[in-house]
């Protein structure tokens, strides 16, 4: 049951993954990370983490991905084209990144006293999460509101136009 | 019962696609959402990590990744559609320039 679980759902990831990759228009390979990202979800799910499969149904595969499929559509982003620069880095890159993946696996591979998965041992329920989150760790769940808070005025400010009246008043301002 | 190697492979083979989205695609919103499969990949071997060594601590990083991804992911697409408006282009070969 769970190798089944475990193939399927991990079939589905690299799947996804590489269709991301071969896709040439943009709203295909953010609909094909969202299905990795659903995946991975049940991935999380079979290692025991209820609350951050829940939150990455939630964060991830729909508020983040909603972000992009909206700014590809405001932009009307059409096909990529393929140039001299993407030959270049599929011709030094692709092999780089082979040699990498092999190092890391080989050094995975070797690695001892990791212990087989089961599909129900060692559940993690939101109230453990909590306590160390909440209790240990308060100060920096409360720093990261902050980072939230600045990002959301970043992206404002950032994405404001150029010509707006504001913009300019307080950019020639001195 | 599956060996716990096979989530850390898998982690690691969706950082590699990652890193190779990341250099051969030529959209810069394509390219942004390679980021995020690297992220994830990651995510996941954090998860496996927390799983092997009973601590809930890998997971609340896994927490922390997400927020800080989504924090990234709306300055960025800020970022981009900032460049989108002087540039009117997303081909990150024409967007050569630091100055807007």
Known sequence: MHLILFIVFAGLCLAGAINLLLQTHPINSALSLVVVMSSLAVLYLMLGAEFLAAAQIIVYAGAIMVLFTFVVMLLNAGREERTLGSRAAKALGLPAVAVVLSVIATVILKAQGLEPVALSDNITSTTDLSKVLFHELLLPFEVTSVLILIAILGAVALARPAGDEHGRRTGVEK | ?100
């Not at chain 2, 998860?47 to 990083?61: D, E, L, R």
């Open chain 2, 1 to 100: 019962m599956i060996p716990l190697s096979w989530y850390l492979l898998l982690s690691a083979a969706l950082f590699s696609l990652g890193v190779i989205g990341f250099l051969i695609k030529r959209n810069l919103i394509t390219v942004f959402m390679s980021i995020e499969l690297m992220l994830n990949g990651v995510n996941l071997s954090f998860v496996t990590f927390a799983h092997q060594w009973h601590m809930v601590k890998g997971q609340i990083f896994v927490f922390f990744v997400m927020v800080v991804a989504a924090a990234e992911a709306a300055v960025g697409l800020a970022i981009i559609i900032a460049i989108f408006r002087t540039r009117s282009t997303l081909a990150v070969d024409r967007i050569d320039l630091m100055k807007l």
